[in-house]
Nanobody, 121 residues
Framework: QVQLVESGGGLVQAGGSLRLSCKAS??????LVWFRQAPGKEREFVGGISYSGGSTYYADSVKGRVTISRDSAKNTVYLQMNSLKPDDTAVYYC????????????????WGKGTLVTVSS
């Protein structure tokens, strides 16, 4: 059974940092991607990593503040977020594609349930 389980969300003050984790199980993946959805807004791409090569790709809105990394031994991908802003408040979702690298939501085959990040001003 394929599972993506996010963890690490919580409440943080503006300017602070948070590291989210996504533990994947059940099969190998081509890419693992983070999306987020703020209240009343559409889901948006945050960043992703190709699972075999390790190349990363980030949204302009978070570039320079976010780093995605993977621990292949643990089948876990991390989203390190620094200099957090209230606008970063959202539910963060981990998603995965298995048949080729994709950075787009319609290219994802599996989704986690999300973890809430709240950034207070």
């Amino acid at each position: 059974q394929v599972q993506l389980v996010e963890s690490g969300g919580g409440l943080v003050q503006a300017g602070g940092s948070l590291r989210l984790s996504c533990k994947a199980s059940g099969r190998t993946f081509s890419s693992l991607v983070w999306f987020r959805q703020a209240p009343g807004k559409e889901r948006e791409f945050v960043g992703g990593i190709s699972y075999s090569g390790g190349s990363t790709y980030y949204a302009d809105s978070v570039k320079g503040r976010v780093t995605i990394s993977r621990d292949s031994a643990k089948n876990t991908v991390y989203l390190q977020m620094n200099s957090l802003k209230p606008d970063d408040t959202a539910v963060y979702y981990c998603a995965a594609s298995w048949n080729g690298v994709s950075w787009y939501s319609d290219g994802m085959d599996y989704w986690g349930k999300g973890t809430l990040v709240t950034v207070s001003s």
